[in-house]
């Protein structure tokens, strides 16, 4: 085991100790003088140190760190507001089933003499929020602690931890024999196979059988077991947006991402279906149709069972590994006589005609549709892109087809803004040799943007898109949807291309459509960290969501 070659000298550098022998590689943090001892023992240690500006962009580091390998990230605060400052981060990793640790400082508890200045029962204010929150109150339980946080953390669902190590026992002396436990090396149970031949069964008597694919299939084996899936049965499938990329989207049977709520091209598609099969996505992220009872047949495949929603209560479940039960199904249902998709292909035709339109529109500012086709056509097969939230998701969900998972980073589970610039950065630090993209609106970039300086810092490979109109987007379309008249969500902006030079990285500002590819490209090769804002005509928010599908989709 790590370090164990001497006993640990106090708390912290027992609480590393058992971090290293998690594997740990980052802590991404915002010190406080309650963590001085911890920060002693990190700095002999052989995990990374990640300064970060904010509490929030380093909790969306660790959260995105588990997003991306399945392992727990870990992030530091101190207490008080520093640990306040972790609680969007909690709920964005704990909604987005995404494995991440939080550690918070705390005065000591054995006697303090600052009465109750920065005091806060951060152990009650993560409950709601996370899987495990812990006071660590005796430095010889620090081992178990960790061990059972980070299995809790681990565990399907996914989510978030929180441990809190007060300073006296941060600097409390363990008893020598107190030892750190080995992780487990369990594995997820596999579906009885009771459930799933009756899934086969449902399958083979569907006449109209559709896939849909959610965020918990974002994963290599379930990948590859999916695309068995849809080879040998011709089933046509969709994504949800945190699905997207599981199967390549140039697929023959992908019917397109169900990004909007109601009424797109997709819907129609799930409204012609008489049986879904829902791999690995729950009513966490927002769901892209709504049962009805006497209504069409959903099995639910996922690591555990569905919550039960008013409008989420499938007919069978399939619990367990999800690649396991996919490959299962691909094995034995085939290709079925009775099935017949040319409905659901009609779908397919009229979304891929649509999505085409408007894409190499020269006009200034530059609408949607072109950024999504420029953006596309700079971006290697393997790139990444992490989006922030406001309107342009939607168009990006829509639009942009993903080769591979985990090629799209997103969030339609909290829906924060703030985390695409944090998300980007850690995708670059993971995959340096890969082409990394943060896309942002000004409003959610703006609201972690000192971030900036911890990538130049970092000497990361970068680009942040900044998508311009100077509002809060999505909020405005969403008032002249309701109609309401356009109030109270307009501001103005920093000069972007200054703004990004003072932290010693590159601004561009795109003052022309025809100059968008090419300052992409441009900055894409040129290493560093990159700032192109781009600004953007919404009018096509009203033509195409509000007028053009509702009346494109009923000709179907």
């Known amino acids: 085991m790590a370090n164990e070659q001497h006993p640990a000298r106090n708390g912290a550098e027992l609480f590393i100790r058992a971090l290293e022998n998690e594997g740990v590689k980052y802590i991404f943090a915002v010190p406080g003088e309650e963590n001085l001892a911890f920060l002693e023992a990190l700095r002999t240690s052989s995990i990374q140190l990640v300064l970060n500006r904010h509490e929030q962009a380093a909790g969306f580091m660790a959260a995105t760190y588990g997003r991306l390998t399945g392992r727990v990230g870990v992030c530091l605060s101190t207490l008080g507001p520093g640990a306040t400052n972790l609680v969007t981060a909690a709920a964005y990793a704990q909604l987005g089933g995404m494995p991440m640790m939080m550690i918070s400082g705390q005065k000591p508890i054995k006697s303090s003499k600052q009465g109750l200045f920065q005091i806060l029962d951060v152990v009650d204010l993560m409950r709601p929020l996370t899987k495990y929150t812990r006071q660590i109150s005796n430095a010889n339980t620090i081992p178990a602690k960790v061990r059972e946080a980070f299995r809790l953390a681990s565990e399907e669902r996914p989510g978030a931890v929180h441990l809190e190590l007060p300073e006296d026992i941060a600097a409390e002396k363990p008893e020598s024999d107190t030892h750190i436990f080995k992780p487990s090396d369990a594995r997820r149970p596999t579906a009885s196979q009771k459930s799933l031949e009756m899934a086969c069964d449902m399958l083979r008597e569907a006449r109209y059988p559709v896939i849909m694919i959610g965020a918990g299939a974002n994963r290599k084996r379930v990948s590859e077991a999916l695309l068995h899936l849809v080879n040998v049965t011709s089933i046509p499938f969709f994504t949800t947006q945190m699905g997207k990329g599981v199967i390549d989207e140039r697929h023959p049977h992908y019917l397109g991402n169900a990004a909007l709520s109601a009424g797109d091209f997709v819907h129609c598609a799930i409204d012609r279906a008489d049986l879904v099969i829902n791999v690995g996505h729950d009513v966490v992220e927002k769901p892209p149709f709504f049962m009805t009872p006497g209504g069409k047949k959903v099995i639910h495949v996922n690591f555990s069972a569905a919550d039960v929603d008013p409008v989420y209560f499938p007919q069978h479940e399939v619990v367990g590994d999800i690649a396991n039960s996919v490959e299962y199904m691909a094995e034995n249902c085939g290709q079925c006589s009775n099935h017949d998709f ?19 529109d020269p006009r200034f500012p530059v609408i949607p549709q072109r950024i999504v086709h420029d953006v596309r056509q700079v971006m290697p097969e393997d790139g990444i892109i992490a989006l922030d939230n406001g309107m342009y998701k939607l168009w990006f969900a829509r639009n942009y087809p993903a080769y591979d998972n985990n090629t799209v980073l997103l969030d339609n589970a909290l829906a924060s803004m703030g985390a695409g610039l944090p998300s980007g950065m850690m995708a670059s630090m993971l995959y340096p040799d890969l082409k990394v993209m943060a896309i942002c609106g000004d409003g959610g970039f703006m609201m972690n943007s000192q971030e900036l300086e911890t990538a130049v810092r970092l000497e990361l490979n970068l680009v942040v898109l ?48 025809e100059e968008l590819r090419p300052t992409l490209e441009s900055a894409l090769a040129g290493g560093g960290v990159h700032l192109v804002e781009v600004p953007v005509d919404y009018s096509e928010n009203r033509r195409v969501f509000d007028e053009e599908l509702a009346e494109m989709t009923c000709r179907l």
């Open 342 to 360: 040319t409905r659901l292909m009609e779908v397919k035709q009229a979304v891929d005609s649509h999505l085409q339109e408007r894409a190499e």
């Open 466 to 513: 900044i998508i311009s109109d100077g509002a809060y987007g999505m909020i405005k379309w969403k008032q002249g949807q309701e109609g309401y008249t356009d109030f109270g969500l307009d501001y103005r902006n920093p000069d972007f291309v200054t703004y990004a030079q003072s932290y010693g990285a590159h601004g561009h500002r795109i003052n022309r459509t």
